[in-house]
């Protein structure tokens, strides 16, 4: 039995050997797998990336083998009087290299921004590896891994976006320059071409409008604050953030411990220096409202000179006087009225050259650079209707004509009055005068929308109209400065001519680069009869309908417009001198409490033009008339060819595609006047209020009133 118990015991020792020789075997196979799988993987990984990277490198910019490392050129935008409001680019400083500036600012730029600059290739491998782990533990993007030498290649060859393709082209494009360049160099030309705020580029230029001083006298607690500037100019401006400059002074002071530049003695005594540095913050001209009008000025600098290859001025039409009276007035109003949830407006003045004298783009340029007075596509509301008018009266109709005001229903679309009321037969005339609706859709309908968009195109708006009956009542998005520009076009009696703020640009020597003759003008695009009889009914608009709120101690005459659920209100219109328009609304769409175009928006339209007018003579005659006294040139209205274009030669756009609402049928709307003003016996002399969502206050003298509107369309019809 032990016999038989030992043979079996050397019968198993054998199959342990080998079942522990095969499992190691599997192992190592596994492994070999393994390891072929992840070359495998890499292998494809690295194609991958190489070939997306010879993609993107395909579409690298032009190199040049002397691309502009030098400061940024100036431009300095003046106002009507020659007096400066804005400028950008370089304005004070001067090119630098390494030598002028002292070590401490280049220390203190390295310490914050890229710690291993001298040691890496233009990619800092452990600095993202660093931005990574310190990202992640702090779950958001906390900190980047950009050298110094890929922020100048973004500077100089790329646009500011961030995505994968910008982000390898700038790594790409980094490594380029470390191979062209010194480190020194590099340098040099980062701090030549930084943004530092307040319209400074450029660490010289920057130590000019924060110190007073060249960038090589900066202290090291100035030069601190400086390098301080770079993760944010417009927050850590010591002008108007001086305690979030001293804070981020000293996370720079600290940075600059940590990589041995300083002693702690020293950071410490900086540190004191910033708690006895701070000073009341002050406004800085470079972001004031004027800033609004110079953005829209220099944006077509392109246009008229190319790029600018010198420090150039320009001078403008700007009036700075109303331009700051406007910003006041707009920011008062909105303040005096936060209960009802309006928190941005826009303002546009024009004179009848067609020069742009005030623009308001928002209510504080600071806290937002988006310019809602050219940039912003806002319904208009009702006050696109007078260009459904004037195309009725281009076809013949006249203000007295009557149109059926009573509900209407087309498919699905309804438009409805303001509390719902109709009042039947009414004329065009007070259609307009108190923003009917019903009126305006059905008119639209027996014109076609078609003829529509020719006459508000021919007078200047260039925004997409939709091509339905809901555009009667300024459903489609229209810049203000476009709405202003067509209503500039009704004022002239038809004559359009584009706007304009460049008078002049002159390099830094003097030379006269281009120059706008102060002749403007444009071709006839509107009949003058129809702009001559809107006149009048868009004058009883302020006389006594929508837009009472804007009257003036002067002939003036201009309509509403609110938007669906109170989200946009404007009021636009004109006197002998001026043509303005005014919108409020909020950035987020939402509704306001029931602020029409006939409340605030005519309320700060008639405080911005009794300011424009008090240096104007008041006129004895009333000169809408005699627009022509003005000295136009010979600018082409947009569409023709001819400074005389046949207004009543326009042609329309194919409309077979339309539905069947839009036909040529005549729908029996229209008819001779019985009575302009029979409806006010069937009301008791209390007339609707109608705008999109607009209302009217009626006050006693209402008889007195209309006893003068009936006088003066007894001389309109004579």
């Known amino acids: 039995m032990a016999a038989s118990k030992k043979k079996t015991t050397k019968k198993k020792a054998p199959a342990k050997k080998k079942s522990a020789a095969k499992k190691k075997q599997q192992n190592v196979s596994l492994l070999r797998r393994l390891f072929k799988l992840g070359f495998v993987v890499g292998l494809w990984c690295f194609i991958v990336v190489a070939l997306i990277t010879a993609w993107y490198a395909a579409e690298l910019p032009a190199l040049v083998d002397n691309p502009d490392f030098e400061r940024q050129n100036a431009i300095i935008v003046m106002d009507d009087k020659g007096d400066t409001v804005a400028r950008y680019g370089d304005i004070e400083g001067i090119s630098i290299t390494i030598k002028d500036v002292p070590p401490q600012l280049v220390q203190a730029v390295i310490a914050i921004e890229d710690r291993r600059f001298y040691d890496h290739f233009g990619l800092d491998v452990f600095g993202v590896a660093r931005a990574m782990v310190t990202n992640i533990q702090k779950g958001r993007l906390a900190q980047g891994g950009s050298t110094v030498t890929q922020q100048l290649a973004k500077n100089l060859f790329l646009s500011p976006e961030r995505t994968f393709k910008r982000k390898i082209q700038e790594a790409l494009l980094a490594i380029w320059l470390e191979r062209k360049l010194s480190k020194d160099e590099i340098m040099a030309a980062y701090l030549n071409r930084v943004y530092m705020g307040s319209g400074a580029y450029g660490i010289d230029a920057a130590a000019q409008v924060y110190f007073k001083k060249p960038a090589k006298d900066l202290t090291l607690y100035e030069s601190a604050q400086m390098a301080g500037l770079l993760k944010a100019p417009s927050r850590y401006s010591p002008k108007s953030n001086p305690s979030l400059s001293a804070s981020r002074a000293r996370v720079v002071l600290s940075a600059m411990e940590d990589a041995g530049f300083i002693t702690e003695e020293e950071r410490k005594s900086q540190t004191l220096m910033s708690q006895v540095s701070r000073r009341k913050p002050f406004s800085d001209p470079n972001v004031s409202g004027e800033r609004y009008y110079s953005d829209w000025i220099t944006g077509s600098l392109d246009e008229k000179i190319g790029k600018p290859t010198n420090d150039i001025e320009i001078k403008t039409t700007l009036r700075t ?139 200047g708006i260039q925004a997409p109209l939709d091509r339905n009956l809901s555009l009667a009542l300024g459903s489609s998005g229209v ?170 030669g326009r042609t329309y756009e194919n409309t077979v595609n339309l539905d069947r609402e839009f036909d040529n049928r005549n729908y029996g709307s229209r008819r001779s006047p019985e009575s302009f003003w029979r409806k006010e016996d069937n009301n008791n002399g209390a007339q609707p209020a109608n705008d999109n969502q607009e209302a009217i206050e009626y006050n006693s003298d209402y008889e007195d009133r209309t006893a003068g509107f009936r006088g003066m369309l007894r001389r309109l019809t004579e």
Not at 381 to 406: C, H, M, N, R
Not at 536 to 543: C, F, K
Request: cysteine-free.
């Open 479 to 648: 810049p203000l400065l476009e709405m202003v520009t067509a209503y500039a076009t009704v004022a002239r009696n038809g004559m359009y001519i584009p706007p304009y703020g460049i008078e002049s640009i002159k390099d830094e020597n003097g030379e006269l680069l281009y120059t706008d003759s102060g002749l403007h003008q444009g071709g006839m695009v509107l009949s003058e009869r129809a702009t001559r009889s809107l006149h009048t009914m868009m004058e009883h608009v302020v006389e006594f309908g929508t837009g009472k709120a804007a009257q003036l101690p002067r002939r003036a005459a201009g309509k509403t417009g609110t938007s669906q659920d109170f989200r946009d209100a404007l009021f636009i219109g004109f006197t002998d001198q001026y043509i303005a328009g005014v919108w409020v609304g909020n950035d987020d769409n939402s509704s306001m409490k029931r602020v029409t175009g006939g409340t605030l928006p005519a309320q700060i339209w008639k405080q911005v033009m009794l300011e424009a007018h008090k240096v104007q003579p008041r006129r004895t005659n009333y000169a809408f008339s005699n627009v022509r006294n003005y000295n136009y040139s010979n600018r082409e209205a947009p569409g023709y060819t001819s400074n005389n274009a046949d207004y009543e």
């Open 321 to 459: 006087d109303l331009q700051n009276a406007a910003e006041r007035i707009l920011h008062d109003t909105l303040e005096a009225n936060k209960d009802k949830n309006v928190t941005q407006g826009a303002i546009v003045i024009m004179d009848y050259t067609g020069a742009v004298i005030t623009m308001i783009g928002g209510r504080n340029y600071s806290a937002s650079q988006f310019n809602r007075a050219f940039q912003a596509l806002r319904p208009p509301g009702s006050s696109f209707k007078p260009f459904v008018y004037l195309t009725a009266l281009e076809q013949g109709w006249k203000p007295t004509d009557e149109i059926e005001d009573k509900p209407l229903r087309i498919g699905k679309y309804r438009p409805t009055n303001y509390y719902n009321e109709y009042h039947g037969w009414v004329t065009l005339d007070y259609a307009l005068t108190f923003s009917l609706n019903t009126v305006a859709v059905r008119l639209m309908r027996e014109l076609h929308p078609d003829p529509v968009i020719s006459v508000a195109r021919s007078a």
